[in-house]
């Protein structure tokens, strides 16, 4: 699945501002947070992301999808 969002915003966005997005639609939402939630495992997997700043990621990761879903 292709993205429509502008390159310049792309690696931009907070978890709230893909949900909150205008111009996405619910699926494009949905699929830019997963890829969000897959690079923070990621992250967490190789041991280069700190604890808080883990899980206040994934609270936002957890918040943009349930407010994308619900759109």
Do not use: C, W, Y
Not at 28 to 51: S, V, Y
Request: no cysteine; charged share 40%; aromatic share 2%.
């Amino acid at each position: 699945m292709t993205l429509k969002i502008d390159s310049k915003l792309e690696t931009e966005l907070t978890p709230e501002q893909v949900s909150e997005h205008q111009t996405l639609t619910r699926d494009e939402k949905l699929e830019r947070i997963r890829e969000m939630k897959f690079e923070l495992e990621r992250q967490t997997g190789r041991g280069t992301a700190d604890l808080e700043q883990v899980e206040a990621r994934m609270a936002a990761i957890k918040l943009a999808m349930a407010r994308a879903k619900n759109r």
